[in-house]
């Protein structure tokens, strides 16, 4: 699935919550999953990545599960704080052939309310 | 250890021209990514060089074109601009063993007027 930027969505929550990020992918042969966090005027900084043989992985304070049956990918993160405010994405690499080719999703715009 | 560096930050080009954008990876990583973000389309992968070739291309015209040096630093080409090639162009380099896991630069931020 190629990747639409109009009209993000967006999330915001409460300092100290826990936030979850939801994604869709698209292409069921896709073998690595990543979570991008982008920052205003910055690159995409990786979070946490997850191979397709796993259901959930854990970072500093964030999880990622992985759903292949519904093609579905979220990103939790706890306690958020307002420093985490910014874009996230989900990205999907093929693996095999595809090497550094990554398909990425829309982006969801979190903003943490202090 | 440095992350990676792109050149110019910021740039302005009048359609018809053509422009040459500079990535230099982590110290290390051989696999060089471009990609275009734009608010229409998100991030695009545009192509990736590993070891001076070209292993993987997206769907852009061929007015894009990308090379890779010895030394692993990349530059991209775009030729005769259109107004639609305003964009973050952004580069990402990953080592060989994880090009999956790539790594951004701060991006270059082309306006074609």
């Known amino acids: 699935g190629e990747s639409v930027g109009l009209h993000l969505p967006t999330l915001s929550v409460q300092e100290g919550d826990n936030s979850i990020i939801n994604c869709a992918y698209s292409?069921?042969?896709?073998?690595?999953f990543i979570w991008y966090k982008q920052e205003s005027g910055k690159g995409p900084q990786f979070i946490i990545d997850?191979?397709?043989?796993?259901d959930k992985r854990q970072g500093q304070r964030v999880t990622v599960l992985l759903n292949k049956t519904v093609k579905h990918l979220s990103l939790q993160i706890a306690a958020t704080q307002p420093g985490d405010s910014a874009v996230y994405f989900c990205?999907?690499?093929?693996?095999?052939?595809?090497?550094?080719?990554?398909?990425f999703g829309q982006g969801t715009i979190l903003t943490v309310h202090p | 250890k440095a992350g990676v560096t792109q050149t110019p930050r910021y740039l302005i080009k009048t359609r018809g021209q053509q422009v040459t954008l500079s990535c230099s990876p982590i110290?290390?990583?051989?696999?060089v990514s471009w990609y275009q973000q734009t608010p229409g389309q998100g991030l695009q992968f545009l192509f990736e060089?590993?070891?001076?070739?070209?292993?993987n291309k997206g769907n852009f015209p061929g007015r894009f074109s990308g090379r890779q040096f010895s030394n692993s630093r990349s530059e991209m080409n775009v030729s005769t601009l259109e107004l639609g090639d305003s964009a973050l162009y952004l580069c990402?380099?990953?080592?060989?063993?994880?090009?999956?896991?790539?790594?951004f630069g701060p991006g270059t931020r082309l306006t074609v007027t």
């Open positions: 060089y590993f070891s001076e070739t070209q292993r």
């Open positions: 110290s290390g990583h051989r696999s």
């Open positions: 990402a380099s990953s080592s060989w063993t994880s090009a999956y896991e790539q790594y």
């Open positions: 997850i191979r397709s043989n796993m």
């Open positions: 990205a999907e690499n093929a693996g095999g052939t595809s090497y550094g080719k990554l398909t």
């Open positions: 292409n069921s042969a896709s073998d690595y």
